[in-house]
């Protein structure tokens, strides 16, 4: 196997792989996908940042909020982890 093609083989599991992971998880917690994809690009250890970070706001089919205590939930959770009320 040629030395160029192993060398962009790690450049891309080495940093696109976690780039694109890290943009795909800031879409989905309601961040901005390129600015963590290029954080993420550049720094590849912040892809553990990006996974364990809280959402922003409510994201249809990932995340809602909880209308009593204003905490994010899972959008296939029926009830709220935190005070138990039950989500609509």
Known sequence: ???EIM???YIGVFFLLPGLIGAWVAYTKGRNPLMWFLLN?????????TIFQRPLRPVDGHYRQCPKCREFSKWRE???RFCGTELS
């Open 78 to 80: 029926t009830s709220c």
């Open 7 to 9: 060398e962009w083989g």
């Open 1 to 3: 196997m040629p030395k």
């Open 41 to 49: 690009f550049c720094f590849p250890p912040t892809v553990m940042v």
